[in-house]
């Protein structure tokens, strides 16, 4: 079955930076674009970018251009995600999903999140 | 615009029917994606496209779409349908996904 797993919950202080992986099982890894997505407390989602698993293309929301990195590793089928320059404003849980490209491009699969706390 | 809006809080009797709505331009061409999230759980996809379902999506939760909205019907809503509802759509592009405000449904 498709899994999506993430790492654990990371506690930063203002200014570092952190890096949240995204293992995939169950399913070609290559074949798929990985999204990540992020949720502040009380919030809602918030979208950050993409990777395609395949080719390694990125696309990142303006917001985050300049502070978040995607990449992957295919021989470990596992996406990254590094946002850098944390403020407390980046606290929140951060979601890798999977996203259908016979699916109308839905986000099928999901990771479970990882908290990532940013207090000094 | 590259905004999806949403209604933040609807509520429904146990068994009545309940419409949630999303409004935004890009739905003028492109399909909305439907999302369910629990407190403290990730989000599940529960409608895709036209009016898709998963598997193991009970046949309760319908999709449709009208101009620049889409909606998600939930036909004799359950108390295990409370929960935070989010629509997800994508820009011209193809390069941006947007997400709604999410609306919290409760089911009274």
């Known amino acids: 079955q498709v899994q999506l797993v993430q790492s654990g919950a990371e506690v930063k202080k203002p200014g570092a930076s952190v890096k949240v992986s995204c293992k995939a099982s169950g399913y070609t890894f290559i074949n798929y674009v990985i999204h990540w997505v992020r949720q502040a407390p009380g919030q809602s989602l918030e979208w950050m970018g993409w990777?395609?698993?395949?080719?390694?293309?990125?696309y990142c929301s303006r917001k985050f251009q300049g502070r978040v990195t995607i990449n992957r590793d295919t021989s470990a089928s596992t996406a990254y995600m590094e946002l850098s320059s944390l403020r407390s404003e980046d606290t929140a849980v951060y979601y890798c999903a999977r996203e259908d490209h016979l699916g109308e491009l839905s986000f099928d699969y999901w990771g479970q999140g990882t908290l990532v706390t940013v207090s000094s | 615009s590259s905004e999806l809006t949403q209604d933040p809080a609807v509520s429904v009797a146990l068994g009545q029917t309940v419409r949630i709505t999303c409004q935004g331009d890009s739905l003028r061409s492109y399909y909305a994606s439907w999302y369910q999230q629990k407190p403290g759980q990730a989000p599940v996809l529960v409608i895709y496209?036209?009016?898709y379902r998963p598997s193991g999506i009970p046949d309760r939760f319908s999709g449709s779409s009208s101009g620049n909205t889409a909606s998600l019907t939930i036909t004799g809503a359950q108390a295990e349908d409370e929960a935070d509802y989010y629509c997800k759509s994508r820009d011209s592009s193809g390069n941006l996904r947007l997400f709604g405000g999410g609306t919290r449904l409760t089911v009274l």
């Open positions: 990777i395609n698993a395949g080719n390694g293309n990125t």
């Open positions: 496209g036209k009016s």
